[in-house]
């Protein structure tokens, strides 16, 4: 008789937000799959659950997805969690449960607080439709290109983005979904939670004063004003002129314009050439 994998969502921060049925899933479990370890036993601790926790992360997950759906058909009930709110959405788990669905294995889900909707909830922005997207891309050319397809989309988008990359990342967002409506939401369910609402020109002005930006962060954004492939010549010669003006040489002037816009080199070549 196989047993089930459980995928228990737990609290983004204020460790109330658990639900009971939360808990004694976890109390059920012969095994706990978590993140990081030291992390998921600070929960544990609080709730009393005294069950085995295993690292299970984005770079073992391949190599032990079988042996632990091996596990779950031998009739052991494997318990699922991240380091805070659902499993699998931008987090570890994705194999595991397809390979389950794969062969037949119970698959039960217990609900958590899930960072997007919360933000998108307390934002005021139109929520439907609306579009989960993850983190962004490191990189500022793959992060415009990341933008170009939100654009395209038309919808509320909701992204996930480190305090260090966000202004960065909202400048691309300006150049590229237009100076919409925003919401930077902060440590939600924390002592210092904070959403910061505005235009993202608003918000980024606002940023630029306080210093240092801490914490985890979502951010909201209305649907796109502009359409993503609709960069201007305008908007590319003004920006060509400027970098130029600040002594920046012409090759890297349009590397940089190409990766600001999301653009390639031969196309902003192309809108700066006469006629």
Known sequence: MSGKLLIVGTPIGNLSDFSPRGVEALKSADLILCEDTRHTRKLLTHFGIHRPAQSFHEHNEEEKAAAIADRIAEGETIA???????????????????????RGLPVETIPGPFAGVLALAASGIAPLPFTFHGFT????????????????????AIVYESPERLLESLDDALSILGDVEVTVAREMTKIHEEFISGTVREVIDL????????????????????????????????????????????????????????????????????G
């Open 80 to 102: 699922l969690v991240s380091d805070a709110g659902m499993p699998v959405i931008s987090d570890p788990g994705f194999r595991l449960v397809r390979l389950a669905r794969e």
């Open 207 to 274: 940023l630029k004063k306080r210093g240092a930006i801490r914490g985890e962060i979502t951010v909201v954004f209305a649907a796109a004003t502009v359409e993503a492939n609709q960069i201007s010549q305008k908007e590319v010669a003004e920006e060509f002129e400027r970098l130029r003006a600040s002594g920046m040489r012409r090759n890297d002037a349009v590397k940089a314009i190409a990766e600001k816009f999301g653009l390639r080199k031969n196309e902003v070549y192309r809108m700066l050439l006469p």
């Open 137 to 156: 891309p490191h990189r500022r050319g793959e992060r415009s290109e990341f933008y170009r397809r939100v654009a395209d989309q038309r919808q509320t």
